[in-house]
């Protein structure tokens, strides 16, 4: 395919674009380059800029040059002049500075090895020296291919799963598929009340509170609504009241990691009843045991919806010499029940769940203090246990 | 960002700090494995702090830059625009998450992420006087970390999903306070670690309480302090100002704070620093919706003032002014004693300016 391009006073010019897929260069010493290569001819020389992009590296090379070992003698601060990389600007006007990376001579070319792997999502201006080609000031654009889409994310669930939910309830978890992009949360998800958008119903920070693969995004409503006796809600209420029906919207602009959106809008839609003040108390939760050589799963049934994500964590089964055993947790029935699978089966013994003081119910009261507390006189109050212990034997 | 006006004594402190240690006490000569370079804060000789929320974990860096200047400003329009090219991509993959002055060089810090998946590449720049960003290189470097005691476990089979974002570091003597904010759990912990890093400590938090909503006490967590004549200033998410002696910091204990003023609705403040002009001490506070607020500090207000335990009235909590020129300001930090940098973001843009103080 032949291309031509003209900007500005900048005398080019043609290039070849050879678009060649999983292709190396023999004549290079072993690259770690099996991902894509273009080739650029520019104008009508023996110059060839090729662009060579990996997963983790990407490498501008210009081939073909006569005047290669002319250009030993200098620094590299010398030769970032001949050989400029910048990204494309939208406006001619703009002078952005040149991309960060290093500069090297091999046996048969001139390399610039980017800092960053270039990205697809931009394009590159690349300014040769008429030191380095027959003709004036060359200048081409190359646009890097990067990796492969993966399909586009999707909503896959959203904790509490409940369509019933508590007035102060303190947090949605949303889970996608997969890796989703920082940056844009708050933007993209609303909380709708008869068509019209609850005002400022989210604690909204910059670090964003995602996992560490950034495919669960923790959405906290904003703790200031919620509290008693603070500004927030002295002045905007409660954002979400018993009695009324809402949706929890998420729009499909928000973009994945690869920065593709989302495969469609995801909506929940649930009834608000009375706040929940209660804290979650294991004296008022049943337990199911198991029988003994089975792996059958021991249940606890607790009588309010709690945590998903911690209900997955702060749990944990310990056998009679007290090591924690290996096994399948679940969690079911909209969050009221919890289910431990071992890995090995059970013996006729004693065991015991134990469980972090500090899990909570929907509304961020945990099972060592209400979301709330009466005001102590300092050090009034006595410390909790950070846990707690409900044994039961199998037989 | 924020950095302590006076020098501090932990109670928490087992020892007493060395203020002459060496900028590279306790450090090694590597290259820190940072996942994401977010807070930053300067210990002295020149020693970048680094908080890094994905491997819960700070990280001290010898900068070497330790040369005094006499630098009074730094400017730097679209710098976003700036670093997402020299790094080679847009600003929609360019996201500066915190901003520091190195008090000894005058020369500013930019934490900086390199796209915005859980793949995007830590970075950070520094800008000299005249505008000049250039990468602070991390390979071979002397430094120090310091993991914390929880931190996320990703082990085959029983992944565990819970961080704490690391919302603000400060250097006090002998000592990094770290604010947080759990994915999971609501809870208010600042978490203090020993300075220089022995590789060996583990982190102590501290569960604060405030009492600002009537007979009730909360447990929120902290967004952004300093730290001021022996107390921490802790802005909090749900907004109060609260004042928490650093002598009820002890270990693994629990403290009520006082609440001494209310930042507002509809508003999260992001970024504080304290500063003295003539013979007064002021506080300067950025927020999301109210601009930037300045509040006249001085021990004897925060002693005398009446804290806010009932509902809002006017008379309780100490009085703030609303700077009316400084809008959209993101990220601050004094650069000198005469002046302060801004971090101000407009739209898509995001410029450093540098002002007077007010």
Same mark, same amino acid.
């Given at each position: 395919m032949l291309l031509s391009v003209a900007r500005g006073a900048c005398l080019i010019a043609c290039y070849v674009f050879l678009w060649n897929t999983h292709a190396t260069r023999a004549q290079e010493p072993a690259p770690d380059i099996s991902f894509q290569v273009q080739q650029h001819r520019v104008g009508k020389s023996s110059v060839i800029v090729e662009l060579r992009e990996s997963i983790d590296r990407s490498i501008l090379a210009i081939v073909g040059l006569k005047t290669l070992d002319d250009l030993r003698t200098l620094t590299e601060d010398q030769l970032k002049q001949l050989f400029v990389v910048r990204v494309h600007a939208a406006t001619v006007e703009t002078t952005l500075p040149?991309?960060?990376?290093?500069?090297?001579?091999?046996?048969?070319e001139f390399q610039f090895v980017s800092r960053f792997p270039l990205s697809a999502a931009v394009k590159y201006q690349v300014q040769l020296s008429t030191r380095l080609t027959d003709d004036e000031l060359t200048e081409l654009v190359v646009a890097p291919r990067g990796k492969p889409l993966s399909p586009a994310p999707t909503v896959q669930a959203i904790y509490p799963s409940s369509d019933v939910l508590p007035e102060n309830l303190l947090k949605f978890y949303i889970h996608f598929s997969s890796p989703m992009s920082r940056g844009e949360a708050y933007q993209r998800i609303h909380l709708m009340h008869a068509g019209v958008e609850v005002q400022d119903p989210f604690l909204e920070l910059g670090e964003e509170l995602w996992d560490i693969e950034q495919t669960r995004f923790?959405?906290?409503?904003?703790?200031?609504?919620i509290k008693r006796g603070v500004k927030p809600r002295e002045d905007s209420g409660l954002p979400m009241t018993?009695?009324?029906?809402?949706?929890?919207?998420?729009?499909?602009?928000?973009?994945?990691?690869?920065?593709? =959106?989302?495969?469609?809008?995801?909506?929940?839609?649930?009834?608000?009843?009375?706040?929940?003040?209660?804290?979650?108390?294991?004296?008022?939760?049943?337990?199911?045991?198991?029988?003994?050589?089975?792996?059958?799963?021991?249940?606890?049934?607790?009588?309010?919806?709690l945590d998903h994500a911690m209900l997955n964590r702060v749990l944990l089964?310990?056998? =009679?010499?007290?090591?924690?055993?290996?096994?399948?947790?679940?969690?079911?029935?909209?969050?009221?029940?919890?289910?431990?699978?071992?890995?090995? =089966?059970?013996k006729r013994s004693d065991y015991a769940i134990e469980i972090a003081t500090n899990l909570e119910d929907l509304c961020g009261n945990s099972i060592a203090r209400p979301f709330e507390t009466k005001l102590q006189v300092e050090g009034g109050e006595a410390s909790i246990a950070p846990l707690v212990a409900i044994e039961f034997a199998v037989e | 960002m924020l950095r302590s006006k006076v020098a501090l004594v932990l109670a928490l402190c087992a020892t007493m700090p060395n203020t002459?240690?060496?900028?590279? *006490?306790?450090?090694?000569?590597?290259?820190?494995?940072?996942?994401?370079a977010g807070a930053l804060a300067f210990a002295p000789h020149g020693v970048l702090l680094v908080g890094d929320t994905l491997n819960a974990a700070i990280y001290a860096i010898d900068t070497g830059d330790t040369v005094a200047s006499e630098a009074k400003s730094v400017n730097i329009e679209g710098v976003n625009e700036k670093i997402a090219a020299l790094m080679g991509t847009g600003v929609e993959e360019t996201m500066i998450n915190d901003m520091v002055v190195n008090p000894v060089s005058g020369n500013l810090y930019l934490s900086v992420a390199r796209g915005r998946g859980p793949d995007a590449a830590p970075v950070?720049?520094?800008?000299? *006087?005249?505008?000049?960003?250039?990468?602070?290189?991390?390979?071979? #470097?002397?430094?120090?970390?310091?993991?914390?005691?929880?931190a996320p476990e990703s082990k085959p089979g029983a992944r565990n999903p819970r961080m704490s974002a690391i919302t603000d570091i400060q250097y006090v003597d002998g000592m990094v306070v770290v604010a947080g904010l759990s994915n999971e759990e609501f809870a208010s912990?600042?978490?203090?670690?020993?300075?220089?890093?022995?590789?060996?400590?583990?982190?102590?938090?501290?569960?604060?309480?405030?009492?600002?909503?009537?007979?009730?006490?909360?447990?929120?967590?902290?967004?952004?302090? #300093?730290?001021?004549?022996?107390?921490?200033?802790?802005?909090?998410?749900?907004?109060?100002?609260?004042?928490?002696?650093?002598?009820?910091?002890?270990?693994?204990?629990?403290?009520?704070?006082?609440?001494?003023?209310?930042?507002?609705?509809?508003?999260?403040?992001?970024?504080?620093?304290?500063?003295?002009?003539?013979?007064?001490?002021?506080?300067?506070?950025?927020?999301?919706?109210?601009?930037?607020?300045?509040?006249?500090?001085?021990?004897?207000?925060?002693?005398?003032?009446?804290?806010?335990? *009932?509902?809002?009235?006017?008379?309780?909590?100490?009085?703030?002014?609303?700077?009316?020129?400084?809008?959209?300001?993101?990220?601050?930090?004094?650069?000198?004693?005469?002046?302060? #940098?801004?971090?101000?973001?407009?739209?898509?843009?995001?410029?450093?300016?540098?002002?007077?103080?007010?």
């Open positions: 040149a991309v960060l990376g290093t500069y090297t001579l091999t046996d048969s923790t959405l906290f409503i904003h703790p200031g609504r018993d009695g009324k029906e809402y949706l929890l919207q998420i729009d499909e602009a928000w973009l994945g990691a690869d920065r593709q =959106p989302l495969a469609a809008k995801h909506t929940k839609k649930f009834r608000v009843v009375a706040a929940d003040e209660e804290q979650p108390n294991p004296v008022n939760w049943k337990i199911a045991t198991p029988h003994a050589n089975t792996r059958q799963p021991v249940t606890l049934t607790f009588n309010e919806a089964v310990r056998d =009679p010499a007290g090591e924690a055993i290996d096994g399948k947790t679940t969690v079911s029935d909209r969050e009221t029940v919890w289910s431990f699978e071992p890995t090995q =089966p059970w | 002459s240690l060496q900028a590279d *006490s306790g450090m090694k000569e590597g290259t820190p494995d940072i996942k994401q950070i720049f520094k800008a000299d *006087s005249k505008g000049i960003l250039s990468e602070v290189s991390l390979k071979k #470097v002397k430094f120090a970390k310091a993991a914390f005691a929880d912990k600042l978490r203090t670690i020993k300075y220089p890093f022995d590789g060996g400590q583990e982190s102590t938090s501290i569960e604060v309480y405030h009492g600002a909503h009537g007979k009730l006490e909360t447990a929120s967590p902290v967004r952004t302090f #300093v730290t001021y004549e022996n107390s921490v200033l802790a802005a909090y998410t749900c907004t109060p100002l609260v004042n928490i002696p650093v002598g009820d910091l002890k270990p693994g204990g629990k403290t009520l704070g006082k609440t001494i003023a209310e930042l507002g609705n509809r508003n999260q403040p992001l970024d504080m620093i304290v500063y003295k002009k003539g013979s007064q001490d002021y506080l300067l506070i950025a927020n999301t919706a109210r601009g930037v607020m300045k509040l006249k500090l001085s021990k004897q207000a925060i002693d005398e003032t009446q804290a806010i335990t *009932s509902r809002i009235d006017d008379t309780a909590g100490l009085p703030y002014e609303t700077v009316k020129e400084l809008v959209d300001v993101v990220q601050l930090d004094k650069l000198n004693a005469d002046h302060a #940098v801004l971090l101000v973001k407009k739209d898509a843009r995001q410029d450093i300016r540098t002002i007077d103080l007010p």
